[in-house]
């Protein structure tokens, strides 16, 4: 005969922290936006936890022009660093941990493109002070006006805006802001 016992098992199955995973971050920013923006959220996925802290190890060009908030969302900083002109990246190397008892750390490339914007052209000078003797000849060059355009390959075009008192009087050159006498 054939003898047995029965015994009962107890298994328990202890938790781990397994690692989060942050999902591929893209982001486009048009150049000149607003501090404060939010472009958008580091979305991590964890099994153990919703919660997480984040910090940015590096970032390349250094601007300082971006952050991110507690909740994961990435924000402008300084939205004077966001110039195409001058970048039209930045990556961003971000360190994502865990806020569990025995917490993990990943490190995640974000990368930010910065979108052109036209920008309009500004006058070097606010104010264009010119002498002119009197009774000036026919086609005297006055001076000319002078500007920058940020953007690449723009045709600046001089005109103006408000001729009243000088209708007639004066020329300004289109092309090259030369001002000069028409009587």
Not at 35 to 42: A, C, F, H, K, S
Not at 77 to 95: A, G, K, P
């Amino acid at each position: 005969t054939s003898l047995s016992d029965t015994s009962f098992v107890r298994i328990e199955v202890e938790d781990v922290n397994e690692i989060h995973k942050a999902d591929s971050v893209t982001f486009a920013v048009l150049e000149n936006s607003l501090t404060n923006t939010v472009l958008g959220n580091l979305n991590v996925n964890d099994e153990d936890t919703n919660y997480f802290t984040f910090n940015i190890i590096s970032e390349i060009p250094t601007l300082n022009a971006l952050r991110i908030e507690a909740n994961g969302d990435l924000t402008i900083n300084d939205s004077v660093q966001l110039n195409y002109e001058l970048t039209d990246s930045i990556l961003l190397i971000v360190e994502i941990q865990d806020t569990t008892a025995n917490p993990l750390i990943i490190t995640e490339e974000v990368r930010v493109s910065i979108l052109d914007v036209n920008e309009k052209p500004t006058l070097s000078l606010d104010t264009f002070n010119f002498n002119l003797d009197e009774n000036p000849v026919f086609a005297q060059n006055i001076g000319a006006l002078f500007s920058n355009d940020e953007d690449d390959n723009q045709t600046i075009v001089y005109q103006f805006v408000n001729e009243t008192g000088i209708e007639g009087n004066y020329s300004l050159d289109s092309i090259t802001g030369e001002l000069s006498v028409e009587v």
